[in-house]
């Protein structure tokens, strides 16, 4: 008796045809809507980013469900995790903001610096040297 492999190739045709759009998922959807909605001094979110990460550094992003807003599926948080110059003050640093889905509002929820937990005040501080040294000025 002959086996026939047309329906394992089926499954396999169409498993690759619909995995670009399986792979789109609500965060990716979150992501964009946070890199181009949050204004920074009339710059994107992810310009604005990027320009802090410099010549050398990275920027990654990453949306979750926060276990405090489990029961709300509108709010979730947008965390930005960024790689500096080696050489910089500021090697890195890492943001979280709580964004609401359905009216698309952004609240910043918690700042690190270097790896440590910092207020909000001494993170715009931090800012700001961010901001020149990726121009070059040194301070």
Not at 36 to 44: L, T
Not at 99 to 120: D, S
């Amino acid at each position: 008796m002959r086996k026939t492999f047309l329906p394992g190739l089926i499954v396999i045709a169409v498993s690759l045809i619909w995995m670009p759009f399986a792979s789109c998922t609500d965060t990716d959807s979150d992501i964009r809507t946070f890199k181009e909605k949050m204004q920074f001094q009339g710059v994107s979110g992810g310009q604005y980013f990027d320009q802090l990460a410099g010549v050398e550094g990275k920027v990654e992003y990453k949306a979750f469900h926060p276990d405090k807003y489990k029961d709300n599926p509108d709010i979730v948080c947008i965390e930005v995790d960024v790689v500096r110059s080696p050489n910089s003050r500021y090697k890195n640093f890492k943001v979280q903001y709580l964004m609401n889905r359905r009216m698309q509002n952004m609240e910043l929820g918690y700042c690190e610096l270097n790896g440590k937990p910092v207020p909000l005040l001494e993170f715009g501080i931090a800012l700001s040297g961010m901001l020149l040294e990726s121009t070059g000025m040194k301070f």
